[in-house]
């Protein structure tokens, strides 16, 4: 398959969301809601779980599994307050010692006039900065369609894992069309340009692991596996010492593009 197919893959109705992966994975979820500035974001759904009795914080962009749902959620695009909601839970974790676990799935943050007022640039760059220095270990993968600031601000991490056909790209292949070429029919053009695959972004070291997908996206071999690898992972992430841990999350993002 090339970038474009991928692409489309990735952005099907059939792939499972971050709530399937949240159900399947985790035990006792106890979602939270709010900012406590504004409202909350049904786009990002965060809260608390059990991993193998290990209690961990879990967030994720959710596009939502039919039409009503993905209307609800703003097709997975979140608000300013999604963000700064994740930001509240994230802080938290690091003062009770709870790793972070990221599930990203958007094609990028909300553009509307209010997200805008209420400062969208801001609470994206307010995540990175804190995310890079957070005292608990961070693992973000990608599920679907990473999309801009929107998916990074979800996954500045100690590690950064794809599935096998889902993308990641600083634009999509559409808006990088009309800019470049001033036609959006040429994305598949773009997509193999951006190297926004799995593939492209492991051989550039962006990410550190690519998740086989089975036929069946909705096997229990997929949740099982991901559940057992997220434990051996934070078995080795939690015994590291903080100060080794944040030094190696910034030499991972100083590495990029050498």
Known sequence: MNAFEKLCLARSNNRPTSIDYIEKVFDNFIEFHGDRRFADDKAIIAGIADLYGRPVTVIGLEKGRNTSERMDRNFGSAHPEGYRKTLRLMKQAEKFHRPIICFVDTSGAFCGIGAEERGQGQAIAENLMEMMTLKTPIISILIGEGG???????????????????????????GCASILWKDASKADKAAQCLKITSQDLFKLSVIER?????????DNKLFLGLKDLLNNTLNKKCSIPIDELLESRYQRYRKFGN
């Open 210 to 218: 690519i998740i086989r997908e089975p036929k069946n996206l909705n």
């Open 148 to 174: 801009s600031g929107g998916a990074l601000a979800l996954a500045v991490a100690d590690e950064v894992w794809m599935l096998e056909n889902a993308v990641y790209s600083v634009i999509s292949p559409e």
